[in-house]
């Protein structure tokens, strides 16, 4: 079975630092996506990044980048200088085939003051 | 732009009684669009998806079905509730870009 698993159910981090999230993923696909999406009290889903799993290079959006290990099927998310707008549940997915999604079960990151 | 649509955005019914719920996209053509179900303190749980007016594919057996009677509507129905359908219900969509797109959602209270 393809799965996502996060095992950080809870996280926090001091405004301005450095924190990273872990994600691994189970999958016999050679050709996948990866995402980090954040939900925000509001509870609405933001993309976060994304990763082609074709591509070597790391992603990286602003604070945010993914160390993506193809072979350790690991995806994790670090936030440099964490913001209180930072604090969210955050979800890492992957998209074996063409449609279907696979969501991990999220990690609750408090950023404190 | 494209915008996503859900309503209501907070629904309680009793056990036993029917449910519908709807999404509909703008500003794009033939998307992809799914329901998903978040229970409190869980990840999200893919529950249908479409790829085209019609088409339904499901992926937890269960008391809800989904219909999509346009291009760009999506709908999740129940003909009698249960405790455990209670949750936050989502919509989202995408096309041949692979990240998805959410709605606001909708808060499903059964008692």
């Known amino acids: 079975a393809q799965t996502v698993t996060q095992s950080q159910p809870e996280m926090s981090v001091q405004e301005a630092e450095t924190v990273t999230l872990s994600c691994t993923y189970d999958?016999?696909?050679?050709?996948?996506?990866l995402f980090w999406y954040k939900q925000p009290p509001s509870r609405q889903m933001i993309l976060v990044i994304r990763?082609?799993?074709?591509?070597?290079q790391n992603a990286t959006e602003n604070r945010f980048s993914v160390n993506f290990q193809k072979a350790a099927k690991s995806f994790s998310l670090k936030i440099s200088d964490s913001q209180l707008g930072d604090t969210a549940m955050y979800f890492c997915?992957?998209?074996?085939?063409?449609?279907?999604?696979?969501f991990g079960t999220g990690t609750r990151l408090k950023v404190l003051a | 732009s494209q915008t996503i649509h859900q309503w209501p955005a907070t629904l309680v019914q009793p056990v036993g009684s029917p449910l519908s719920l709807e999404c509909t996209v703008e500003g794009t053509s033939n998307p992809n669009l799914y329901w998903y179900r978040q229970a409190a303190g869980r990840g999200l749980q893919l529950l249908f998806y479409?790829?085209?007016?019609?088409?339904i594919s499901s992926e937890v057996p269960q008391n809800l079905s989904a219909s999509r009677p346009q291009d760009r509507q999506f709908i999740l129905s129940s003909k009698k509730l249960l405790l455990s359908d209670s949750g936050f219900y989502l919509c989202?969509?995408?096309?041949?870009?692979?990240?998805?797109?959410f709605g606001p959602g909708t808060r499903l209270t059964v008692l």
């Open positions: 479409s790829v085209g007016i019609g088409q």
């Open positions: 989202a969509w995408n096309l041949q870009d692979y990240e998805q797109f």
């Open positions: 997915a992957f998209r074996p085939g063409t449609y279907k999604y696979i």
């Open positions: 999958t016999s696909e050679s050709n996948y996506y």
């Open positions: 990763q082609e799993a074709y591509k070597q």
